[in-house]
Structure formats: C-alpha cells, structure tokens
C-alpha cells in the first residue's frame, strides 16, 4: 500500500501556550498532512467547553491525542478531567503527552502518576515537537509502540566497573563528573553499562530513555553541536557560520549545550565513534574546554560510549573514564540465564555449561545464542556452535546472512547506508509503500540491523558494524532507490531553507549540494568536505575530485580543528599517491609520526618500489605497533616481493584478528599456499575457504572460487579442476584481471607452457577499463613465459623494456624470479 499517510490528530493544550508554542507546531503538522487533520483550536483547556461525552467521541475518532504539559494546562480543573477520561478509554497508546515548560520535572506532584509512566520530557522547539509527532503516528500506524520497541536490555555482572562507577560518584573531595565515559570495543555493552550506573545512582529515573546521539569518526564539534541542538534542549543556539567561527567560539557554544542540559535535568547518552575520542586514544581539547567552560557543574549530564580507549591520566575532573572489558564466564553464565528465562527456554544443566564455554564476553552473542535454542532446541543448536564461537568475528554475516536472498531487503539496507541518518517520513518519501517500510523497519530494529537515535528515537540509522561492513564492501545504492533519492531532494529538499528542514534532512542536503558544488557557506559544516572526500575515495575512487576538494579546504582551514584538518590532509596523500603525483613528496611532509612513514609506504609501493616501501612501513609499525592499515600493506608488500615466509605470522595475525575481512582471509592463504606449508595447514586451509565463503560482498563472491582454483592446484595437484574454477570466474567477473593473474600462477605451478601462452592470449582479447594493468600484466606474463622457455636473452630484454615504458614492476624480484625459473629449468 502506497501514497500519503492520513491522520487525525488532536492538540490538546492551555490557551496561555497557544501562540508561543501550540500554534506553531499545528501550521507545521498542517503543511504535512492538512488543516482538516489537524484540530487544536476547538480542544483548549478551558471549563465549560465541551462535556465529557464529546471528549470521548473526539478520543475515540483520534488516530492521536497529543497533550502540551505546562503549569497552565495542568493547574486546570478541565485538563483533569480530560486525562481522566482519556485513562478510563482505550485509546492509551495513542496519548502522547509532550512537557512544553522547562521548569516542570517529569516527576513533578502536578502530572497523575499513570502520566509518568511515559518518557515525559521537556522539548523547547515546537519544529522538535512536530518530529516527535510524526514519529509517534507512524508507531502507532505501524501497530508498534515505544514501550514494546525500547526495552531496557537485561543487564548482570559488572560488578568491577560498577563499584569504580561509584567509589568516583560518591568521592565527595572531588568535583561532580559531568561526563562518564565508558570505552571498549562495539557491542561489548558500554552503553547499557553507563545506563545501569545511571538508574542505580539515581541520575536518571528507571522508566527514562536517555536521548541519544551517534558522532562519528569524520565528525567534529560543529557536528556535536547540531546534534546535541537538535534533541531540543537548547533552541536560541545559531548553528549557521561555522565557517567564520574561532574554535574557541565553538566551543563555547558547546559549553552552553550542555548547560542547557543540565538545566532541563536531562541526561544524553553518545555513541563516539572518534569524534570526542581520536582513534590515538586522546580526547579531544574542545570537548575538555567546552566542559571546564559550564556555569553550573553540580550534574551528570553526559554519558558517552567511546568506541576507543582512552590514554589515561586526564587532567579534568569533570570526565571520569572506566574500561569496558568482555564479560568473564560468569557475567555470561548470568546474562545466558536471564534471557534463557525471559524467553521462556529450559536448559539441561549440562547444556547450560556446554553454551556458556562457547561465549566470549559479548552480550549480543548470548542473545544470539538464546535466539537460536528458542527456534531449534538444545540438540540441533550445537550445529551452530562455529557461530556461537565465532559471533564476535561473524557478527556482520549473523546480522546480514537473512537478507543474503531477499533482494527488496537488502536493497533497502543499501538504501539507508547511503542516508545515514533518516526519520520515518523521509523513508516513506522515498520509498512510498507504508506495508514495506512499518514490516522491515520492525524487523531490522529485531535483528539488530539498524538502531534508534535522538531525544525520543525519531531517527533510524544502520548500526556501525553493518554501516561499515557494506561501507568497505563497496556496494552500490539500487538505480530506483537513487532515482527516488533525486526526486527527493528535488521536491523536497530543494524548496526549504536549511533552518526548516529535520536535522538529518539538513545534513544530507549539505552533502548533496557540496558534492555538486552548489552549498550555501553559511551552513556549511568543515566536517562535510571531509565526508564528501571518504566518499570520492572509498566508493567512487575519485582521486582527482579527492585532490580538488582538499585544495578548496586547506585554503582556509584556520577555523577547522586540527583533528580534521589532518584527516584531510591523509586522504589528499593517499589521492595524489593512487594517481602517482610527485607533488605527494611535498605534501606528505605536513603529516608526521607513523602516518608520515605509512603514507610514504603506500606511495613508494603504488610506484612499484617495493622495498624502499617496506623500510617505511616498518618504520610506521616501529612508531604504532597496532597500525592495523601498516599491517595490512606490510603483509601485501612481502607477497609483492615473494617473501611468503616472512609475511605468514603477519597474515595470519591479521586475519585472526578480523576474520571477516576477505582481504586478511586471502593474503593469509596465499602465504600459506605459496610458502609451502600447505601439507600441514589443511585444516587452517578450510577454515578461510570457509571463511571466504561466508562473506556477502561481491568481492568475496568472486575471491572463493578463485581461492578454491589455486587450492585445487597447490594442495590437490589438480590442474583441470583449477583451471575449469578459475576460467568460470574469468567468464563471470566484472575485474577480470585478478582472475587472469591467478590463471598465469596456476600454469606457472603445473609448469605448463602451453597454458601460460593461452593465458596471455586470454589477456590479451580481454577488454578492460584499465589499460595500464593490462599492460602491467601482459609484461610479466611475456617476461616469466620467456624464462620457462629457456630463452634468457628475450626476458632480460623485457625487462629492460620495461624500465624505458615505465612499467611499475618491481625488476629485483622479476629478476631473481627470472634467474630462479632458468636454473630451474635446466634441470628438467
């Protein structure tokens, strides 16, 4: 079912808030819907107005009954009334109260108690109002309901971190902590971690929903600021001109946020992705001045859940850090039981100790676990203990693995990674079939594919290891998703201001403008050039776009943070080193430390000088040694230069630590393969094919059965099984090339010449966008063919042809490699 969503909607208030509030937030919803599904004059808060019958048949006729909570409306004899009748009918979840007075406390004596039972809370902007509103109708459309779609999670154990919670709340020599952090690696719990101490310590109230935010690693305090403006606590904040403000000026309006937090005695929880916390482990000074700045620092006001450990000590007494660790065996023995009991699923005692031995201390893995006995009994689920085990390496493909074959869903899924952040109406804008949307976004909620965030969860955003996951798999928006995504903007988002527009309407319209070079400056945000640059390079690899954009933003970065300006001097190096520019030489030499040498590294490697290279990336790795990017290129630069020995603790390091990126899995079954050792790896050598196999990208598609070829050739001697696997993935693949270079090495093992030849001539028939790869390939090939045929004379000709046509290959290892195969082949 399609179209427009239909509503009607009652304004109950007092007529003392009418023009300051009321009226505003009707001439919005009126816009939306129209003036016939709006009704807020004829429902003021006045005796004698209406009898208590007609309350009840308005009620009954409402889809929702929104009352303004004020001292006006509640110090009325008639709002008693009013409540009265709207408790005594079954309409219940369709009553949205919503506090319009600053100074009234959700649990102020005035409000009835069963009123209290809601998440009452202060929302100083009437546009904030008409969002939560909206929101709330499309709940209540979709037949689902905050209660049912927020349950606290079942929290156990802890009990290390809680009393360190404590022994620094209630260490009275000390100033009141204003921002707790809890650090730790994703879906480790912080967040219910920082929740739980909340309620025990009575800063918030057990029935409270914190507002939440997410700041992510491209994020910077401009960003902060607008998302912390947006929960509505803080209206009389300008966030425009950010272009033109001094740092300190910034932070200063931090500062007055989070006053203004405090004031409304409300409590925000944020997701740090790197915005506060860089992922050095430093935090960052603006945030630290910006709390040191606060008037009135008698109240907890933050709780932030930061993604990367914190160096300790830090000079502030306003933030406290605590470490999240993975749950020892009993924390999960308890967690195991709770939900086990929750669900309602009996467990053999023997069974209990069997499952609680397979978990690693992540709360999402023992829900998980819980989900499966639920579905397939105690038995059968121990076919799944690989997953169990697993979960913390797999938990992408657990998350992912249901809409594998449902095309509609996981094109919705790449529909909302490329919004990012997204209210319901934007969805259904785009989308425009309300059965799809309510029956998805329900079930994605379930899954655990998407979350909440904002000040009453209005907004819907892919969670971060999805987000990331698809992010590096390159997936692509669905041509009818971006065609509606343009019709959009340009029906919508074109024909309001940035000051009108929903907070996540307003940040993508300012990525979609800078993309096309058509922003407005003064709501720019120094943060978008950045994320417009990650996006030119990781999706639509546009270096020379990456190059333009850094160039226009350096020009003036003396109001950017250094944080940022750094990361977009790195993505301007690795743009002018994938296009091989010497003027990288210059501009490398504004980043210091391992970045310098890695940056340095990844150049010299892009130019073919491998080892030159490899001296740099050690030097990276002497400076971090958990540089996971150094890693990674160390072990690529080791199989560039043939030294498979030197590279298989590293590779196999790599992809212990992330077993599901594909790129790990392959350089470690490369090192394997050609180091030798596959006769006593065969079991390791599953375990990545197994592994591969799993991956939902389309690289990984088209990395396993090419992976499966070079294993049926190195470890089965099977020449005709893997050259029948890898020519189907020459047939089939979109980046031939790779597999064409699998092909060469494959012959190159069963030493057959004749097949080296048709591999060239394969290359050499095969159209291909990059025509220097191509060539790159056809040299080596006609290089190592000559040395198989004996004819010395003709492949050092080559390779001093090579030289002159400024072929990035690296002569030494060919060289070698030549000399080895000639021996070699006398001998035969």
């Not at 000040?455 to 798999?473: F, L, S």
């Not at 340009?490 to 527009?501: G, V």
């Not at 490398?588 to 310098?596: K, R, T, Y």
């Not at 180091?675 to 990395?703: F, H, P």
Request: proline share 2%; net charge negative.
């Amino acid at each position: 079912m399609g179209g427009k969503l239909m509503a009607s909607i009652f304004l109950s208030h007092s007529s003392k808030d009418k023009e300051r509030y009321v009226r505003i937030v009707a001439e919005k919803l009126e816009k939306e819907f129209d003036e016939h599904s709006v009704h807020y004059d004829e429902h003021t808060f006045e005796a004698g107005m209406k009898s208590l019958e007609e309350i009840e048949k308005g009620l009954d006729n409402t889809d929702l009954f929104v009352i303004f909570l004020s001292r006006a409306s509640l110090n009325s004899d008639w709002v008693k009334k009013e409540l009265l009748v709207a408790r005594e009918s079954n309409i219940i979840k369709r009553i949205y109260p919503i506090v319009i007075e600053d100074n009234l406390d959700w649990n102020d004596k005035e409000i009835p108690e069963w009123l209290k039972e809601y998440n009452l809370k202060y929302i100083s902007k009437p546009s904030k109002a008409v969002q939560l509103i909206r929101k709330r109708l499309i709940e209540i459309t979709w037949e689902q309901t905050s209660e049912n779609s927020y349950k606290d999670a079942i929290f156990v154990g802890r009990n290390a971190q809680v009393q360190d919670f404590e022994e620094r709340k209630y260490d009275y020599d000390k100033e009141t902590v204003v921002a707790y952090f809890a650090s730790g690696i994703v879906q480790i719990g912080r967040k219910s971690f920082l929740k739980h101490c909340f309620v025990k310590a009575n800063i918030i109230d057990r029935q409270t929903c914190p507002s939440i935010i997410e700041a992510g690693m491209y994020d910077g305090v401009e960003d902060l600021i607008v998302y912390l403006r947006d929960l509505g606590f803080s209206d009389d904040i300008d966030i425009s001109n950010f272009m033109n403000q001094s740092l300190t000026e910034k932070t200063e309006i931090l500062s007055r946020i989070l006053d203004s937090i405090s004031d409304n005695k409300e409590v925000v929880l944020i997701e740090d992705k790197g915005c506060i916390v860089t992922h050095e482990g430093t935090v960052c000074e603006w945030f630290i001045e910006a709390l040191k700045m606060m008037r009135k620092k008698t109240r907890t006001v933050l709780g932030v859940a930061s993604k990367f450990n914190i160096k300790l000590p830090i000079i502030c007494d306003e933030m406290y850090v605590i470490k999240i660790p993975p749950m020892d065996k009993t924390e999960s023995a308890g967690l195991l039981q709770k939900y086990l009991d929750q669900k309602r699923v009996g467990l053999q005692r023997e069974d209990f100790k069997n499952y609680v031995n397979l978990m690693n201390g992540f709360p999402a893995q023992v829900k998980f676990t819980v989900s499966l006995l639920q579905k397939y009994g105690a038995e059968k689920t121990y076919d799944y203990a690989a997953e169990i085990k697993n979960y913390d390496s797999e938990i992408i493909i657990q998350l992912m693995r249901p809409y594998e074959d449902n095309e509609e869903y996981r094109d919705f899924v790449m529909l909302l990674v490329e919004l990012d952040m997204v209210t319901y109406r934007t969805i259904q804008s785009i989308v425009k079939d309300v059965d799809f949307v309510s029956n998805i976004i329900n079930k994605l909620y379930v899954d655990g594919v998407i979350e909440f965030y904002g000040v009453n969860r209005e907004y819907i955003k892919i969670a971060y290891v999805v987000r990331e996951y698809i992010t590096r798999a390159g997936y692509k928006t669905p041509e009818r998703y971006q065609n509606a995504i343009n019709e959009y903007i340009t029906n919508f988002l074109d024909k309001y201001e940035y000051a009108e527009l929903d907070m996540p309407d307003y940040l993508y319209k300012i990525k979609e403008q800078v993309k096309h070079g058509e922003y407005n400056n003064e709501y720019m945000l120094p943060s978008q050039y950045l994320k417009t640059m990650v996006e030119l390079y990781e999706k639509d690899r546009d270096y020379a776009r990456v190059i333009e954009f850094a160039d226009t933003i350096l020009k003036s970065c003396e109001y950017i943070e250094e944080k940022l300006v750094f990361e977009i001097r790195f993505f301007l190096c690795m743009a002018l080193a994938q296009k091989r520019e010497r003027r990288f030489l210059a501009e490398v030499q504004e980043i210091h430390g391992a970045d310098h040498n890695f940056l340095l590294g990844f150049f010299y490697r892009r130019e073919g000088q491998y080892e030159r290279a490899l001296s740099e990336i050690e030097k990276s790795l002497s400076l971090r040694k958990n540089f996971s990017k150094a890693k990674r290129e160390k072990v690529q630069l080791l199989i560039n230069l043939e030294q498979y020995d030197d590279a298989i603790e590293l590779a196999r390091e790599n992809y212990t630590n992330d077993k599901k990126n594909v790129y790990h899995a392959h350089a470690y079954l490369l090192c394997i393969l050609k180091s030798g050792r596959n006769a006593d790896s065969i079991e390791v050598i599953d375990e990545i094919l197994l592994s591969i196999s799993k991956s939902l990208t389309d690289l990984g598609k088209e990395l396993y059965p090419r992976c499966k070829a070079l294993v049926s050739m190195y470890c089965e001697r099977d020449i005709d099984k893997a050259l029948a696997l890898i020519d189907k993935v020459i047939e089939e693949s979109d980046y031939k090339i790779y597999a064409i270079q699998d092909r060469f090495d494959i012959c190159e093992k069963a030493n057959d010449i004749d097949e080296m030849k048709k591999t060239i001539e394969i290359l050499e028939s095969t159209n291909m966008r990059d025509a220097y790869g191509k060539e790159r390939a056809m040299i080596r090939f006609q290089i190592l063919l000559a040395a198989y045929e004996g004819d010395k004379k003709c492949a050092f000709s080559l390779l001093d042809g090579m030289q002159h046509k400024k072929i990035r290959l690296n002569s030494n290892v060919l060289s070698k490699k030549v000399n080895a195969i000639l021996m070699r082949q006398k001998t035969l």
